[in-house]
């Protein structure tokens, strides 16, 4: 497609379950990034990959939290346990080059909005 | 602890005006600035960056200046337009500390005809 793709767009899930949020970067970009974006506030760095490899994870919240891109394409972020915290819009983001002010010019997807009740 | 602030949640402007949007920063080690706009229910699109080297980068109506000194940073949108209107978010980032963004709380922009 034209742009990053995401997927559920919206997502109701009951405290306890697993989810999985699936995100397709447009293709050829090297870099993707998925962002958690609460209510109010700004984006928030979760992860990065550069191809298939994941070189920064500083920024998941707790070991419920867990990303692949096991191609270097398609990635999913996977949630365990959700707590009703975990609410927000996930957003995923790719770019063509991987560094520096370049990188920072992010094509975002629309974002999965996830709600834990 | 909010690196990246924008501290005015809202701007009203009429059109044809200009709209000047504020960020402040605190990490002295950020390089490179950009400004992305959002429309409801949808991702951040990109719309401006400035590099640390730079006090001034101009797109069209839209211009950024960077105050180092200060820390600060602006967006000017010259004339205002009611497609304007979106919540504007200001970005940091650092050239060796990695490839993450930090972004401050956005700005919401309403213009008005």
């Known amino acids: 497609g034209a742009g990053v793709s995401q997927s559920p767009r919206y997502k109701v899930a009951k405290r306890g379950q697993d989810v999985a949020l699936r995100c397709d970067p447009i293709?050829?970009?090297?870099?993707l990034f998925w962002y958690q974006q609460a209510l109010g506030q700004g984006p928030e760095f979760l992860t990065y990959?550069?191809?298939?490899?994941?070189?920064?994870k500083s920024g998941l919240p707790s070991d419920r939290f867990f990303a692949e891109r096991p191609e270097g394409s398609v990635s999913t972020l996977k949630i365990q346990r959700t707590q009703q915290e975990d609410s927000a819009v996930y957003l995923c983001?790719?770019?063509?080059?991987?560094?520096?002010?370049?990188?920072?010019?992010?094509?975002f997807g629309e974002g999965s909005r996830l709600t834990v009740l | 602890d909010q690196q990246v602030k924008q501290n005015s949640p809202s701007l009203s402007v009429q059109e044809g005006r200009i709209s000047i949007l504020n960020c402040d920063y605190t990490?002295?080690?950020?390089?490179?600035f950009l400004w992305y706009k959002k429309y409801p229910a949808e991702g951040p699109t990109f719309l401006i960056s400035?590099?640390?080297?730079?006090d001034k980068n101009e797109d069209g109506r839209f211009t950024v200046f960077l105050n180092k000194s200060a820390k600060h940073l602006s967006l000017h949108i010259v004339p205002s337009q009611p497609g304007d209107s979106a919540v504007y978010f200001c970005?940091?980032?650092?050239?060796?500390?990695?490839?993450?963004?930090?972004f401050g709380t956005g700005t919401q922009l309403k213009v008005e005809l």
């Open positions: 983001a790719s770019s063509f080059h991987s560094g520096g002010l370049n990188t920072g010019e992010l094509f």
């Open positions: 293709s050829g970009h090297v870099s």
């Open positions: 990959f550069q191809n298939e490899a994941q070189l920064d």
């Open positions: 990490n002295s080690m950020f390089d490179y």
């Open positions: 400035i590099s640390s080297i730079k």
């Open positions: 970005a940091a980032g650092s050239t060796g500390g990695g490839n993450k963004l930090t």
